[in-house]
């Protein structure tokens, strides 16, 4: 690895790389040694930047979120009626745009790191506030929230069954759950 006169990038292409790692090899094989050898940066530059891993992880998986987040949001930017609302939502869940495999296995992740390391919960919850908080614009707080896990689950549905649901029929559960 060669050293970098003046390099600005240095930190966003070890917090990039981080979550390379994770979704390449999965949060159990993080290391210092290895996002910083993906990132091509020194060992020590890990240490300078970062007071540990779980500083590193926190804001790796928050990036993450937000951009995730603004993804959530481009689907609803030319929504203007409640039946646009739930047609965006079913485009959320029905289009590959957000359930790429890489963004699948971050999500994974995050799920189960957060469930071994509760401090990590803030981040989920922030990420959950956010998409509930664009729902609202269309939704009551309490439909937000139903459509909110209703999207979550079935974009790990729609990932993962053998026969997904077609478009229409998600249209359809969504246009029940908020009461259309």
Not at 20 to 47: F, N, W, Y
Not at 99 to 117: D, G, R, W
Not at 154 to 180: C, K, Q, W, Y
Request: proline letters at 4%; glycine letters at 4%; one cysteine or more.
């Amino acid at each position: 690895m060669s050293r970098r006169p003046n390099d600005p990038q240095r930190r966003e292409r070890i917090i990039d790389a981080t979550l390379e790692t994770i979704a390449e090899h999965g949060i159990q094989a993080v290391t210092h040694r290895k996002i910083a050898s993906c990132a091509d940066v020194p060992l020590g530059s890990m240490t300078y930047y970062f007071s540990g891993i779980d500083a590193l992880l926190d804001e790796a998986f928050t990036r993450f979120t937000q951009q995730m987040s603004v993804q959530y949001r481009a689907f609803f930017d030319e929504v203007q009626s409640l039946s646009d609302a739930c047609d965006a939502v079913t485009d959320l869940i029905f289009s590959a745009q957000v359930t790429t495999p890489h963004n699948m296995e971050l999500m994974y992740q995050l799920y189960a790191f957060m469930s071994k390391k509760p401090t990590f919960k803030s981040v989920m919850q922030n990420w959950m506030r956010t998409s509930q908080t664009t729902l609202e614009q269309w939704f009551d707080p309490v439909t937000a929230r139903a459509l909110d896990a209703f999207i979550e689950g079935m974009t790990l549905h729609f990932v993962t069954d053998r026969e997904p649901l077609s478009r229409e029929d998600l249209r359809a559960m969504v246009g029940r759950i908020a009461g259309e």
